[in-house]
C-alpha cells in the first residue's frame, strides 16, 4: 500500500480542482483559505487518518514483525489484535483461564542479615522495605527470629513491586517500612534479588504467537510436545504453570515414548522444577498428546555430586591506570581458611603480599570460595580492613559462612564479580543434555560446557563504558579448568550425561563457590 501525506493529498486535490474548472468563466480560487483550499486541506487530513487505518488493518491481517532503519524488529501488528490472536490460538497469559500477553513478575532470591538491637526479635512474613528510589517494595518470605545482637540469622526476601525494577544488586540497602523493635531501620542485600521480568512486549508476544502459527499441532510432533508443555496450566485450577522451556526427546525410552524436560527460568538449581510442578505439567500432556503416545515429563537431572566448577585465570587490562589489576599478589595460590566469625576469617599465615598491600594503605580485596551448602556460585569479594596476627577483618558480613577447612581465597579485583556473572549466565544457557542421541534433531541446543566458549565470554567481559577488562588469559593450557564437586582441576569441557531411564537428562549447574576468576 502506497501511503501519501497530509501535503500530497492536498496538493492532489488542489490540482483536481484546477483541471476540474480549468474552463470556468472566473478564474478558481486556490489559496489556502479559500473555499476549495479550505476543502482540500479537509479532505487531506480526512484520508490521512483513513490510510493510517486501512494500513493497520492491513497490518493486523497477518502478524507479522518488520525491521526498522535502526536494524531493531518491531511488530507491525497492534496489540489489540495480537491480544485477538492469541485468544484465537489459545495462547495463554500468565493468568488462568486467559488468553494473551504475559503480565511483569517479581523478583526473588534475596538474603540479608537485619540488624539487631535486642535478642531473640520475631520479623513476621511479610515484614516488607523500600529501596533508596522508593520504587521497589520487598518483603520477607517466612518468620525469622533474630540470635542477635549482633544477629547472624538471615531474612529470605522476594519484591512486591513487579517488573525489572525489582532486580535488586548485592550490596543494596533497603529500609525496613515498619521494623519491629529491636530492628535496625536498614538491611543490606548480601544476595540480590534476581530473575523479574517486565511485562511481556508486543515483539516478544508476537514472536510467541509466530511459534504457535509457524508449528502447529500435527499430532505429536516434538515442537508440539514442547508448545504444550510452555503453554501448560494446572487442569483444575486453570493457573499457568509457566514452564520457562521445555526440551523434547523423541524414542529415548523405546517406540511410542516421547521424553519432555521442563526448566524454569531462572538460575542453577533454580532452574529445576519440583516434583509437583512435574506432575500438574504430566495432568496437562496428558490431556493434549496422542492416545497412543506415552509422553513423560521429567525434571533435568541435577545431582549436588555432580556441581561444576569454573577456574578462568585472566590477565587484567592495565588501561584505566590499572582500575582492573589485581589488589595482591598472590604468586598463583590460595589460601586455606582455618577459623572465621561474622567479619573474619583466620589461616594459617597471612599471604606476605596482602599484608605488603594493607600496610601500604590500601584496602586490599580478597575473593572467597564459599562450598557451604546454599551459597552463590558467584566469588564472595570483600576488603580487608584490620589484619590481626593470622585473622583478616573484612568490610562485609558472611550471609552464608564458609566452610573451615574446606574453603578458601584468592587475591581480588574489580574484574572478578563482572566476569563470574558473564560464566554464570553462560552456564545457565546450557540445555539438558543431548549425550543419548535422542534430543529433538530440530532444536538444536547447547548442552556441554566447552572451554573455548568460557574463553569467549572472559574475553568479552567489559566494563560499563565498553571497555575490555581482560588483557589475555595465559598460559592458554590452564586458561580455563573445570572441576566436579571438589574434584581435581584440570582442562577439560563437562558433557552433561543421559544414561539412566526412569530420570531425566543432567543438566549442567555450578556448585556453591563454583567460579573463581584468579591471576
Not at 63 to 77: C, H, M, V, W
Not at 332 to 347: D, K, L, R
Not at 441 to 465: K, Q
Request: glycine fraction near 8%; include cysteine; aromatic fraction near 8%.
Amino acid at each position: 500500500m502506497i501511503v501519501y501525506t497530509e501535503d500530497e493529498i492536498n496538493a492532489a486535490a488542489l490540482a483536481y480542482f484546477r483541471v476540474t474548472f480549468q474552463n470556468s468563466a472566473t478564474p478558481i480560487d486556490l489559496s489556502d483559505r479559500s473555499f476549495c483550499g479550505l476543502l482540500a486541506r479537509a479532505f487531506a487530513r480526512f484520508w490521512v487518518l483513513a490510510q493510517s487505518q486501512i494500513l493497520q488493518a492491513n497490518n493486523d491481517a497477518i502478524p507479522a514483525y518488520q525491521q526498522d532503519a535502526d536494524g531493531n524488529l518491531r511488530s507491525k501488528t497492534s496489540r489489540a489484535a495480537l491480544e485477538a490472536w492469541a485468544f484465537v490460538f489459545g495462547l495463554p497469559s500468565d493468568v488462568a483461564g486467559v488468553y494473551g500477553a504475559k503480565g511483569p513478575t517479581i523478583s526473588t532470591g534475596g538474603v540479608g542479615i537485619p540488624g539487631a538491637t535486642l535478642p531473640a526479635v520475631l520479623i513476621p512474613a511479610g515484614t516488607q522495605a523500600r529501596d533508596s528510589t522508593g520504587a521497589v517494595v520487598v518483603e520477607t518470605v517466612a518468620n525469622v527470629t533474630t540470635d542477635g545482637p549482633p544477629n547472624t540469622q538471615p531474612v529470605q526476601l522476594v519484591s512486591v513491586t513487579k517488573g525489572t525494577q525489582a532486580n535488586l544488586s548485592a550490596g543494596t540497602t533497603l529500609t525496613w517500612l515498619a521494623p519491629p523493635a529491636g530492628i535496625t531501620v536498614t538491611i543490606v542485600l548480601t544476595s540480590g534479588l534476581t530473575s523479574a521480568k517486565d511485562a511481556e512486549t508486543d515483539l516478544e508476544l508476537l514472536q510467541r504467537l509466530l511459534r504457535r502459527i509457524q508449528s502447529p499441532q500435527r499430532g505429536g510432533t516434538a515442537a508440539d510436545y514442547r508448545a504444550w508443555a510452555e503453554s501448560s496450566f494446572n487442569v483444575v485450577t486453570g493457573a499457568a504453570l509457566n514452564v520457562f522451556r521445555c526440551w523434547v526427546y523423541p524414542l529415548r525410552d523405546g517406540l511410542g515414548t516421547v521424553d519432555n524436560v521442563i526448566t524454569l527460568d531462572g538460575s542453577g538449581t533454580g532452574r529445576k522444577p519440583s516434583a509437583a510442578l512435574v506432575a500438574s505439567v504430566q495432568g496437562y500432556m496428558d490431556t493434549v498428546r496422542p492416545v497412543t503416545a506415552v509422553a513423560t515429563v521429567y525434571a533435568p537431572e541435577m545431582a549436588t555430586s555432580r556441581a561444576v566448577q569454573v577456574r578462568v585465570r585472566a590477565q587484567p587490562s592495565t588501561g584505566k591506570n590499572g582500575t582492573y589489576l589485581f589488589d595482591w599478589d598472590d604468586l598463583g595460590a590460595f589460601t586455606p581458611i582455618t577459623a572465621h566469625t561474622g567479619n573474619t576469617i583466620t589461616m594459617g599465615a597471612i599471604p606476605p603480599n596482602l599484608a605488603a598491600a594493607f600496610a601500604a594503605g590500601k584496602a586490599p580485596r580478597v575473593q572467597i570460595v564459599i562450598s557451604t551448602a546454599g551459597a552463590s556460585p558467584l566469588p564472595w569479594v570483600a576488603r580487608v580492613t584490620n589484619i590481626g596476627g593470622a585473622t583478616l577483618t573484612l568490610d562485609r558480613t558472611f550471609a552464608i559462612a564458609p566452610t573451615d577447612a574446606v574453603d578458601y581465597f584468592w587475591a581480588g579485583s574489580a574484574i572478578v564479580e563482572p566476569i563470574a556473572e558473564r560464566i554464570l549466565d553462560y552456564v545457565d544457557s546450557l540445555g539438558p543434555s543431548r549425550a543419548s542421541g535422542t534430543a529433538d534433531a530440530n532444536d538444536a541446543w547447547e548442552d556441554e560446557l566447552r572451554l573455548e566458549r568460557v574463553v569467549d565470554v572472559v574475553m568479552e567481559t567489559r566494563d560499563t563504558d565498553g571497555t575490555r577488562v581482560v588483557q589475555s588469559m595465559s598460559p592458554y593450557a590452564t586458561a580455563v579448568q573445570t572441576a566436579i564437586n571438589g574434584g581435581t582441576f584440570a582442562a577439560i569441557n563437562r558433557q552433561p550425561r543421559d544414561i539412566r531411564a526412569g530420570v531425566g537428562p543432567e543438566l549442567l549447574f555450578l556448585r556453591s563457590g563454583g567460579i573463581e576468576v584468579v591471576q
